[in-house]
DNA sequence: ATGAAAGCGCTAACAA
DNA sequence: TTGTTAGCGCTTTCAT
């Protein structure tokens, strides 16, 4: 039953080399030369060692007026691509800031409720990856906020987002090259602006080369598996109907979820649909077919979205929205349509 | 330019008020009835929303002693069975604790340089996964601290793992049922008795039912698919000339990496070789061929380290190691051998 | 029921 | 070059 062993303070070590804590304090934060003889500071740096002296970093913040770390808030830390924006997050942060990933409660996306936690843990500055629509009317950031996949900047708030321009035609004449002529989209419904965006983006790419983005309209809230596996288990009638031969999912875990449904019901993909996924996974070359991607550039998301809170933080400037360009990664789940497609009229 | 605007402080909110901090710090502790009239309290309240108050988490955690966050070290945040332990942590501590993850800097391991800044956090507990034995030799914990999958406790330092006893016996059973009798271990090299630990389970589990599990090891030092890869591409030829017929992997990556290099090859899996990985990722079933895998619960063990770790945190006494079991998941990458065995002799 | 006051451990003027 | 001093915003006795 050891003593609570208060923990030893600046003080002590003052007390100890016979100097003031004002001589400790410089030489621990570093601004100690040309302010602290050097007999001094070895004196301290040997009785830091000695007594074991670690600078309490909260009572640092308190005085300094600093704050210790940076929140990231991300709708699902288990989801792959989120995973590695912190990994590139923390690439940019590491020497500055501490990371704290806010885990939202219950599985569910981060409400209100994560964002007060968030609020209430006085960080330097907030990452809000894919933010959704309804938190950011009613956001007030109260320190330096970037906002990533966001889909654009809102309410001044800066955003990283992924440039699909490039990619997306790419894909739209891959598609249409391999003569699919209606093809199928599976959104995250996340902010508006976004989703439409993409969704817009993909049609008149599509448009542009003679082929259609299919009306029938699916955007999942809760990023997971399972949710795409039964929207698109839903939707397929409808989609076969109007003769659609392949499907881009907004997020890669949609396109595992539709590859499931697809095997529970004997679709034989590609041939019968081809399947594009968002993203690029570790994963997506290993799977059964190796998925065709887009690639988002997970990592280099983060890390810019890490350089621009640094910016942020340190000039107050808000920094201009930035845009990661996305690179398609053509595998073996897209391939030519099993019976040829008519060609399209313009949709809608 | 908007003003730095300063803070709302509880002083502001006392004034507004007309009473004193105190009563503030009360009301905003929740510690107010019975010791604050209702009208104050309700006029603090008032007073709090309409001033836009919010408490600094920093000065109360100086004043009160206590601190905001825990610390969660990971050798690779990227990897799922991370956070998937990340999230089960986050689960258990969510209402208590932020919770902060150290990524360690360039994409290695997690070193003493990434604990150094974990011990100046000021967490009040602090969680190390996987740790590498090197860590821990010399590692003196300044907070409450808790191990997760470092084989059992070090140090005094308890540790929550995997208790793979049952579901190497069941996988014992079903790779020697399948007609293998010669296996291959590809682990991750930790620490030092976790590993002898799982390597001596699976070795004593095949033994007993006349297989035997090769003794060339193999022990990849980094966590990435790409070293797992390039380690069996090595070993392969030293393993078919012993006649192994099967691998197992200690992590999920490095069943991908060998997947990769069978498939470089020319391999078939299953048939000339059988596969086992440990983790279950939700990849595992997507993947060609879907991947017979030892599930680790990672979730479960990240909840039970996170209680364990709130345990230790309020009560000050070390908490019990637990050891949640591991289950066997047979899929499509384990199949009878194409060569019959021969009964092998009993191992070293 | 309420408020005054003494810190928590550190930083940053300012004096000396 | 050094030490003294006044806070940072809050919590927590302890009087009142």
Redesign the pocket.
Known sequence: MREPA??V???DV?ADV????????LV??G?AD????Q???DAIHEAIARLG????TT??A????TSLGVGFLSPDPTNPFFSMVLDGLGDALADHFALSVLVPTGGADYDRGTVRRALAGDFAGLVLASPSERLLDDFVPTCPTILLDAGGPVNDLASIDVDLGQALSELAAHLTGLGHRRIAYLGFRREKASVQGRRHQLASALQQRGAVLDPTTVEITELTESAAQAAFTDTWPVWRANGVSAIVCGDELFAYGVLRSCRAQGIRVPGELSLVGFDNLPYSSLIDPPLTSVDLSARLLGRTAGEALLDLVSTGRPPASHRVPATLVVRGSTAAPATPQAPQAIAR
Do not use: D, P
């Not at 016979?18 to 304090?25: A, K, L, R, T």
């Not at 002296?53 to 309490?56: E, K």
């Open positions: 208060r923990r303070t600046a003080r003052a016979g100097c003031s804590v004002s001589s400790v304090s621990v934060s601004k040309g302010r602290v003889r007999e001094t500071q002296y670690r600078l309490n009572a640092s308190l005085a300094s007026g």
